[in-house]
């Protein structure tokens, strides 16, 4: 199990961003959430086996059709996620 804590910057909101990431999660069977952040990022927790969380990364990187992703970080490794998946609300 791998758990990664992610912020991703970019024109990444207002572009269907979470609920993408919601229905890319989901179709992969990662667990975790996703937020808005006020300063214009998006920020996520992906929980499940390192190579479905590695694919999320990688599609994170992408994004939706209209988001323009400029970066993906990784904050931090490890720990508990969720069951499931879910959008939070801004913070």
Same mark, same amino acid.
């Given at each position: 199990?791998?758990?990664?804590?992610?912020?991703? %910057?970019?024109?990444?909101? *207002?572009?269907?961003? +979470? =609920?993408?990431?919601?229905?890319?999660? %989901?179709?992969?069977?990662?667990? /975790?959430?996703?937020?808005?952040?006020?300063?214009? =990022?998006? %920020?996520?927790?992906?929980? *499940?086996?390192? %190579?479905?969380?590695?694919?999320?990364?990688?599609?994170?990187?992408? /994004?939706?059709?209209?988001?323009?992703? +400029?970066?993906?970080?990784?904050? =931090?490794? *490890? /720990?508990?996620?969720?069951? /499931?998946?879910?959008?939070?609300?801004?913070?």
């Amino acid at each position: 199990m791998r758990t990664v804590h992610v912020r991703i %910057e970019g024109l990444v909101q *207002g572009v269907y961003y +979470r =609920a993408w990431t919601r229905e890319q999660a %989901e179709m992969l069977g990662v667990s /975790g959430w996703v937020r808005n952040r006020r300063d214009g =990022a998006v %920020e996520a927790l992906f929980a *499940g086996d390192p %190579e479905r969380v590695a694919e999320m990364l990688a599609r994170c990187r992408i /994004g939706p059709r209209d988001a323009r992703v +400029r970066s993906v970080a990784i904050l =931090a490794e *490890g /720990g508990a996620a969720p069951d /499931g998946f879910t959008v939070l609300p801004t913070v």
